[in-house]
């Protein structure tokens, strides 16, 4: 059984190789405040397939699972698009707000999520957009994420511009954190499959016995 476990070994050492030769850059982001707006831009890379960072992204319904503070429902889904529940909470000691938004979004699949908050509840504007882009010869996604928004008068008071930009980066962080656990989980589940169909390859001597055999050869008379 040489010929399985050396095969069986082999695809194991290049799906951990592929995702996990390297560690994950850290998070990237730039953060602008003026007069109450604010224009963030950040971002990561993550050694991931699409489908993996994308089931992240789109899990609008377990979001608060993997992101801290922050809880969203799918009200409405309309294909591609989407309208969104979401609500995060923050403050210091026992006071505690929460900032509530309802979100329409549009996805292009695998490529990006745009949103824009439709309730203008504690922000005259909240817009933004997730894109990814793919790097084959580094074997990894890029993930970008921008967002504008706009402070009115409904604004809590406890989200000041360090509270604002630290929680969007915390937000990319533990985004890139889900993404890396859910890759690992998926290359598990391949390598388990792969084990589990290598006991039924034949080897490379029971191919040969068996052509034997098929084959009636004998020896020629004299």
């Known amino acids: 059984m040489k010929f399985p476990i050396v095969f069986w070994a082999a695809c194991c050492f290049f799906l ?3 995702h996990f030769s390297q560690a994950n850059s850290p998070v990237f982001f730039s953060f602008i405040s003026d007069d109450g707006r604010y224009n963030f831009e950040g971002g990561f890379s993550v050694k991931a397939d699409a489908d993996v960072v994308w089931s992240v992204l789109t899990d609008y319904n377990h979001v608060s699972s993997f992101i801290s503070n922050m809880h969203s429902r799918v009200k409405k889904d309309d294909g591609n698009d989407l309208l969104v529940e979401q609500d995060a909470g923050g403050g ?5 707000e929460h900032i509530k938004a309802f979100l329409a979004i549009h996805e292009e699949p695998l490529q990006s999520i745009s949103f824009n908050d439709v309730s203008h509840k504690n922000f005259q504007l909240y817009s933004g957009v997730w894109h990814l882009q793919p790097d084959s010869i580094m074997g990894e996604i890029k993930v970008t994420y921008e967002l504008q928004a706009k402070r009115d008068k409904s604004t809590p008071s406890f989200l000041t511009a360090d509270l604002f930009s630290g929680s ?3 937000l990319l962080s533990e985004t890139q954190r889900e993404i890396s656990k859910r890759q690992l989980r998926k290359d598990k589940n391949t390598i388990e499959k792969i084990r589990k169909s290598s006991t039924v ?3 490379v001597s029971a191919m040969v016995s068996k052509t034997v055999v098929q084959g009636n050869t004998q020896d020629p008379e004299p």
Request: glycine content about 8%; overall charge negative; aromatic content about 8%.
């Open 16 to 18: 951990l190789s592929t």
């Open 92 to 96: 210091f000691l026992i006071i505690q």
């Open 201 to 203: 390859i034949p080897t």
């Open 168 to 170: 969007l980066g915390d």
